[in-house]
Every structure is written in C-alpha cells, then in structure tokens.
C-alpha cells in the first residue's frame, strides 16, 4: 500500500539547485552553482583553539544538553557583535538557532496558516519559498532593481494583500546580489510601522562586502523610526564568515515571537547544539572574527572582479548583468543579442556539456518565472578557474 503523505507537501518539490549537483559528478567540471563559501577560507586554526579552549573551560557545559533559547555565552558574544552593527540588544532579545535557515523554518512555524499570504522578492532564497509554501503561504512577489525591493510597488502589494509578513534579504541578496538602499531601507520601516505589517530582515551576506560597507540593517535603523522594533524580525548567521558546518544562526525579534520561536524550537531540535555554540562563543571571545573577514572580503571581492570582467570579455553583449558589492553571487540576463541562446536552462545544459555549472534563475521566482535569468557564484572558484570556467561559458553561447 502506498504511503499517504500529508497534503502540505503537495505545494513543495525538491531544490532544484540540489537536484543540479547531481550533474557534477564529471571529471573536470567547474561549479558557479554553489551558494556556500569557500574551505579554503575557514580558520580552522582559530576554531581548532576555540574548541580546544571551550573544553579546557567548560567540558560539562559544551557537551551537554543546553538551554533552547541558545548557549548563554554565545548569546553574550553575539550581543557584542551585533553592537559593531549598530544594533542595541541584549542576550534575552535574540535565539540562537541551527543556522539562519532554521529561523526562517521558526518563522512560518509560528506565522504562517494555510492561505495565509506573505511577501517575498521576486526573486528570492530558494529554500523560502519552499519553506513558506510548505506551511500553507500564497507567496506574493515584489519586483525588486540593483537598489533592492522597489518600495513604491511594494506599499502597493501591503496595502492590497495585508500580509502576514514581509520577507527581504535587503544586503546582496540571494540570488540578486542586490543591496537595498538606504532611502529605502528607511521607507521600509514606515511602511512596516504605517501597515503594522512585520519585516523579515534576512541578513547571512551583509559583512561580505568588498568596498565600502553597506547601509545600516533595518534593525539598526529602528532606532530612528518610532514604533519599528516591534515590526521588525532580524536573521543572522556565522555560516558563509566563519563556516557553514557549525550551523549557527539567531533571531532577533520582539519577545512574544521570541517566546513562540522558542517554543517551535522545542519540538525541532531542543537546542542548538552545545558544542557548535561554545565554539562559536570561544571564536567570537577571542577576536579573531576581524581578521577573518578581512581575509575572505579581500579574496571574494577580488574574485567577483575577475568573474565580471571576464563575463564581459567572454560573452559580450549576450549577458547583461550588475557588479556585485558584496556577497557570493552574479545574478545575470541573458539578451538574445546576435541569435544568442536567451533561456538559461538551455545554456545551462550546453554549458555542462562544456564543463562548467551555474544554476538558471526561474526557481528563485515563487510565481511567473524570468526563464533569461541565471545565478553565478564566484566563492568557490579561484581566479584562474574563474578565467577558465567563463572561457567555457562562451563556447556555450
């Protein structure tokens, strides 16, 4: 007798960018389609000490059962750190979780019932959309350019559908790479306090910038905006500065949230786990977070230089795209000059057959897909593999 699964997983399918790794398993093949950061930038010095010191100090309490609300003195740790961000929060007003993608899973456990309707970017993280579907969201999209979410269009879709919520990744976002501007990041807190409509501020990206930082978070910005904390619900992570294994994440919002968050997390995982926290905590104690995103901004920043000349040099006027300031990725369009292939799942295709990966851009769209567009990231590549991998895409053209 075939099983009978529940009806929520009729709105969800595998990641399409999971399925994509499927296909890299030939020899030789150069990958543009992976959203993590590069092993070769871990500290793994650094964490082996900060393991090293959490045992000497605290055996008991990093290898045992621990709090849900998160490890009190990671949570210390990431207060600290979020005060260099410009944001005023003590340990009992943020969670840790089981990397930032578990508070996404906490949000929709604790915000979303069927039919409910959520706004997200058009286009957005993948693992959102089916994350928000499977708990029964209509998923309605906000068209978004180079400065983020275009808020004049997005009051519109507030005022039309009320929302639960609102979703952004306002700091190069996954897959746009787009960097919502200070006047509007200012605008979306009006709208969020005028509306009383709470913002998700998903933020893994923000310190990856390779000039000049970025504007201030949303949440940073509450503190101009009476009224904005409360409508405010703020997603961090360690994974793509520190590393992706130790999966830790928090959570940063009003405490009644916090409280039902917590209460969701109880029946996931109970806690993060221990020892990922106080090695965290030890890594963040010790300072040594400074030197390491100097290091991975020097080496990204460097990389995404190359990759756009290089898409340039290679592809012409075929591909059309903005440089990215920060982050891990080049989100594209493909033009259709010249006779040139326009649908990036048919580029996808010939490029594996050249040797090089990259994922298409029409899972990012929870509705009304723009088949021209294509996600490439340059973590992962270095500068000559990039040069070559490029070289390759040209041939696919």
Same mark, same amino acid.
């Given at each position: 007798?075939?099983?009978?699964?529940?009806?929520?997983?009729?709105?969800?399918?595998?990641?399409?960018? +999971?399925?994509?790794?499927? $296909?890299?398993?030939?020899?030789?093949?150069?990958?543009?389609?992976?959203?993590?950061?590069?092993?070769?930038?871990?500290?793994?010095?650094?964490?082996?000490?900060?393991?090293?010191?959490?045992?000497?100090?605290?055996?008991?309490? #990093?290898?045992?059962?621990?709090?849900?609300?998160? /490890?009190?003195?990671?949570?210390?740790?990431?207060?600290?750190?979020?005060?260099?961000?410009?944001?005023?929060?003590?340990?009992?007003? $943020?969670?840790?979780?089981?990397?930032?993608?578990?508070?996404?899973?906490?949000?929709?456990?604790?915000?979303?019932?069927?039919?409910?309707?959520?706004?997200?970017?058009?286009?957005?993280? $993948?693992?959102?959309? =089916?994350?928000?579907?499977?708990?029964?969201?209509?998923?309605?999209?906000?068209?978004?350019?180079?400065?983020?979410?275009?808020?004049?269009?997005?009051?519109?879709?507030?005022?039309?559908?009320?929302?639960?919520?609102?979703?952004?990744?306002?700091?190069?976002?996954?897959?746009?790479?787009?960097?919502?501007?200070?006047?509007? +990041?200012?605008?979306?807190?009006?709208?969020?306090?005028?509306?009383?409509?709470?913002?998700?501020?998903?933020?893994?990206?923000?310190?990856?910038?390779?000039?000049?930082?970025?504007?201030?978070?949303?949440?940073?910005?509450?503190?101009?905006?009476?009224?904005?904390?409360? %409508?405010?619900?703020?997603?961090?992570?360690?994974?793509?500065?520190?590393?992706? !294994?130790?999966?830790?994440?928090?959570?940063?919002?009003?405490?009644?949230?916090?409280?039902?968050?917590? #209460?969701?997390?109880?029946? @996931?995982?109970?806690?993060?786990?221990?020892?990922? =926290?106080?090695?965290?905590?030890?890594?963040?104690?010790?300072?040594?977070?400074?030197?390491?995103?100097?290091?991975?901004?020097?080496?990204?920043?460097?990389?995404?230089?190359?990759?756009?000349?290089?898409?340039?040099?290679?592809?012409?006027?075929?591909?059309?795209?903005?440089?990215?300031?920060?982050?891990?990725?080049? %989100?594209?369009?493909?033009?259709?000059?010249?006779?040139?292939?326009?649908?990036?799942?048919?580029?996808?295709?010939?490029?594996?057959?050249?040797?090089?990966?990259?994922?298409?851009?029409?899972?990012? /769209?929870?509705?009304?897909?723009?088949? @021209?567009?294509?996600?490439?990231?340059?973590?992962?590549?270095?500068? !000559?593999?990039?040069?070559?991998?490029?070289?390759?895409?040209?041939?696919?053209?």
């Amino acid at each position: 007798m075939p099983l009978n699964f529940a009806t929520r997983l009729d709105n969800v399918e595998t990641s399409a960018i +999971r399925e994509l790794f499927k $296909l890299l398993g030939k020899p030789g093949i150069i990958s543009f389609a992976g959203g993590f950061p590069d092993s070769a930038m871990f500290d793994v010095a650094g964490i082996k000490e900060a393991v090293d010191t959490a045992l000497a100090e605290n055996p008991g309490g #990093m290898l045992q059962y621990g709090a849900t609300e998160g /490890y009190e003195p990671l949570r210390e740790q990431l207060s600290a750190f979020m005060a260099t961000k410009g944001v005023a929060v003590n340990q009992d007003g $943020l969670i840790v979780t089981t990397g930032s993608q578990q508070a996404l899973d906490l949000l929709g456990k604790t915000m979303i019932s069927p039919g409910d309707k959520v706004i997200v970017e058009a286009p957005t993280f $993948l693992a959102t959309i =089916q994350c928000f579907r499977l708990y029964g969201a209509e998923l309605i999209t906000a068209p978004i350019d180079a400065d983020g979410v275009k808020v004049d269009e997005l009051e519109k879709l507030i005022k039309e559908h009320k929302p639960k919520f609102v979703y952004l990744i306002p700091t190069f976002g996954n897959p746009s790479g787009a960097m919502l501007s200070l006047e509007r +990041r200012k605008r979306v807190l009006e709208l969020a306090v005028q509306y009383e409509t709470l913002v998700v501020e998903d933020d893994p990206y923000g310190d990856l910038y390779f000039g000049e930082p970025p504007p201030p978070s949303i949440l940073s910005l509450c503190k101009y905006q009476p009224g904005a904390r409360e %409508w405010v619900a703020h997603c961090g992570s360690l994974s793509k500065v520190l590393s992706p !294994g130790l999966r830790v994440g928090w959570m940063i919002a009003q405490p009644e949230l916090l409280a039902k968050a917590t #209460m969701c997390k109880q029946f @996931s995982d109970a806690h993060t786990s221990t020892f990922a =926290q106080a090695t965290a905590a030890q890594y963040l104690k010790a300072g040594r977070m400074p030197a390491t995103l100097a290091n991975v901004r020097k080496t990204y920043g460097e990389r995404a230089r190359v990759m756009g000349e290089s898409l340039k040099r290679e592809l012409g006027d075929a591909i059309e795209f903005t440089q990215p300031q920060g982050g891990l990725f080049f %989100w594209a369009r493909l033009t259709g000059a010249g006779g040139k292939i326009w649908d990036a799942g048919e580029f996808a295709k010939k490029a594996i057959d050249q040797g090089v990966a990259f994922v298409p851009g029409a899972p990012f /769209y929870a509705k009304d897909p723009d088949l @021209s567009t294509l996600r490439l990231s340059f973590a992962t590549a270095d500068v !000559g593999k990039i040069e070559e991998g490029v070289g390759r895409l040209g041939k696919a053209i």
